[in-house]
């Protein structure tokens, strides 16, 4: 779908870290993001849907991603709203039984965002399935956005983004792939008070040389009405219910994302050195979902975006042009469906 234009960002700069990088030669991959629309409540309607939409794979795929709390909702009220959705690692429930059961069925990694307990301790949480069906890694959501703190997440208690290696094989050949995790407002400043451009996840993620991030989401529309504070509630879920929606995705959404992984990004006051050199990508994977919960509107948009270390900073009177941002693909802004793209790492 072409370049992305950027907006002005500040300097940043790179903390030192080691990490080794595995497996140089490119590889092909097939990524799979699933744009849900659950409602709360409608467990098993919500499967279905996630059911229905996998039917459009036709072919091999190495990735599928849901987004977060993918299959139970997101605005819960309180912590006793939200109980009945827990499950855990030890536990599984819905959530969990579904990514098993789809890593089994397509032999594939598969990525879910669900609501997690443990130690009576709630979470929220990614889930990475293998394609055998076994859970290999359970990341724990940093940075909350006031809604988790209303239903009583906990941030993750490892701190500093710590990436993981993935490993996909083709026609004899397995690369390990550092990768990295990151839940809709980790990608944020912490509680938005820390500086814009201290840039918390993606710099983490650059240091660790992560070349796949994965981001589940549950992320605004910039329109939805639960940003106007100063209207009231029952007027801001009258006007969600009556937002009317393109059906493109939702540009200013998928630059603020590009923005936010702003190390990766050749421009001006990008100084971090670019480890990745020829025809290296850098892959982002961004899934969100659509609907309305109260009055809370999701911005869909799910993308795939990659960098890579070809592009020349020009900027001129009609804006910043990356050429290394390429937006691979991305669905409409409001209507639950699948995107299925092929990609180099």
Wanted: hydrophobic letters at 35%.
């Amino acid at each position: 779908m072409g370049r992305i234009e950027m907006p002005e960002a500040k300097p940043t700069t790179t903390p030192s870290r080691h990490i080794t990088v595995f497996n140089l030669f490119e590889m092909k991959i097939r990524i799979a993001l699933l744009q849900l629309n659950p409602r709360i409540g409608h467990i098993n309607t919500n499967i279905s849907n996630v059911k229905t939409l996998l039917l459009k794979i036709t072919s091999p795929v190495d990735l599928i991603v849901l987004p977060e709390l993918a299959i139970t909702g997101y605005n819960f009220s309180d912590p006793a709203h939200i109980k009945p959705y827990l499950e855990s690692t030890t536990k599984y429930g819905p959530s969990l039984n579904l990514a098993q059961e789809i890593s089994q069925q397509f032999k594939c990694l598969t990525f879910i965002g669900y609501p997690e307990t443990s130690e009576e301790t709630t979470y929220n949480s990614c889930a990475v399935f293998n394609g055998s069906g076994d859970l290999i890694y359970n990341y724990r959501k940093t940075f909350l956005y006031e809604t988790d703190e209303k239903w009583g997440s906990s941030e993750n208690p490892v701190r500093g983004f710590p990436g993981l290696q993935l490993e996909f094989s083709k026609d004899g050949e397995t690369k390990s792939v550092i990768s990295n995790v990151g839940i809709c407002m980790d990608l944020n400043p912490y509680k938005f008070e820390a500086p814009f451009n201290k840039f918390e996840f993606s710099l983490s993620s650059y240091a660790q040389k992560a070349k796949l991030l994965i981001c589940p989401m549950n992320w605004l529309h910039p329109k939805s009405p639960s940003l106007k504070t100063e209207l009231p509630f029952a007027t801001r879920v009258e006007l969600a219910e009556n937002l009317q929606l393109e059906d493109e995705p939702e540009a200013s959404t998928v630059n603020y994302w590009v923005l936010r992984l702003f190390p990766y990004v050749n421009h001006e006051y990008s100084i971090a050195p670019k480890w990745f050199h020829g025809d290296e990508k850098v892959t982002a994977v961004c899934c969100n979902r659509v609907g309305v919960e109260d009055d809370v509107v999701y911005g869909g948009s799910s993308s795939v975006i990659q960098f890579g270390n070809n592009g020349v900073y020009t900027d001129d009177s009609t804006g910043i042009d990356n050429a290394n941002v390429d937006l691979v693909g991305s669905l409409s802004q409001h209507k639950e469906d699948i995107l299925i793209k092929e990609v180099d790492i």
